[in-house]
């Protein structure tokens, strides 16, 4: 089976992103877990909308959506401050 995908946005919510990739002629996508140049959390995903993507995973039409840190997180940083908020939201 070929896999392809790309970034999607989380604004929509999840199964937009879902439905987003396979009307792109994809199966799978890639998604930040909060801004990427930034420290703003990301809002929590509604049950309902999680159950959505959940559907398409279980029917076979969405493959491994993957989660990508922030580019702030930084665990080998030389400033104390990064490196702990870093240990931090990656134990979240």
Same mark, same amino acid.
């Given at each position: 089976? %070929?896999?392809?995908?790309?970034?999607?946005?989380?604004?929509?919510?999840?199964? !937009?992103?879902?439905?987003?990739?396979?009307?792109?002629?994809?199966? *799978? %996508?890639?998604? %930040? *877990?909060?801004?990427?140049?930034?420290? *703003?959390?990301?809002?929590?995903?509604?049950? !309902?909308?999680v159950e959505g993507l959940s559907a398409l995973i279980r029917e076979g039409k969405i493959f491994s959506p993957l989660a990508h840190a922030p580019y702030t997180y930084n665990p080998c940083s030389a400033d104390e401050g990064v490196r702990n908020y870093s240990a931090e939201s990656m134990h979240r």
């Open positions: 089976m %070929f896999v392809i995908g790309c970034h999607l946005s989380t604004e929509k919510g999840y199964t !937009a992103m879902g439905e987003q990739i396979l009307a792109m002629g994809g199966n *799978t %996508f890639q998604y %930040f *877990t909060k801004n990427p140049r930034g420290r *703003t959390p990301s809002k929590t995903p509604e049950p !309902a909308d």
